[in-house]
């Protein structure tokens, strides 16, 4: 299993930025995909997650109503749009995924990681 984020970059607050996260060797029924981040001294933490069965989605707090997971099935990749961003959303942005029924934003959930896309908010 192989995740692959891409899409990381340096931005001005209240710009935007869509993370990719293409999965390979992976069977993606009932399958969660999450996206999670760590900023640096800090826990890593969920962010938002995906159920390729259905579609529901679960988000923190943090970013409800400025990032947007979704996910294209065929292509088998998850996306992460974020707009809005702001300092505090300055962090390494891991895609994970794990074969689960519901897709909770608990770390020592998944088994499958990226190596992380590093995104910069000034």
């Known amino acids: 299993v192989q995740l692959v984020e891409s899409g990381g970059g340096s931005v001005q607050a209240g710009g935007s930025l869509r993370l990719s996260c293409a999965a390979s060797?992976?069977?993606?029924?009932?399958?969660?995909m999450a996206w999670f981040r760590q900023a640096p001294g800090k826990a890593r933490e969920g962010v938002a997650s995906?159920?390729?069965?259905?579609?529901?989605?679960e988000y923190a707090t943090s970013v409800k109503g400025r990032f947007t997971i979704s996910q294209d099935n065929a292509k088998n990749t998850v996306y992460l749009q974020m707009n809005d961003l702001q300092p505090e959303d300055t962090a390494m942005y891991y895609c994970?995924?794990?074969?689960?029924?519901?897709?909770?934003?608990?770390?020592?959930?998944?088994?499958?990681w990226g190596q992380g896309t590093q995104v910069t908010v000034s």
């Open positions: 060797g992976y069977t993606r029924s009932r399958n969660c």
């Open positions: 995906i159920n390729s069965v259905g579609g529901r989605t």
């Open positions: 994970a995924a794990e074969p689960l029924v519901y897709c909770i934003l608990i770390e020592s959930t998944y088994n499958y």
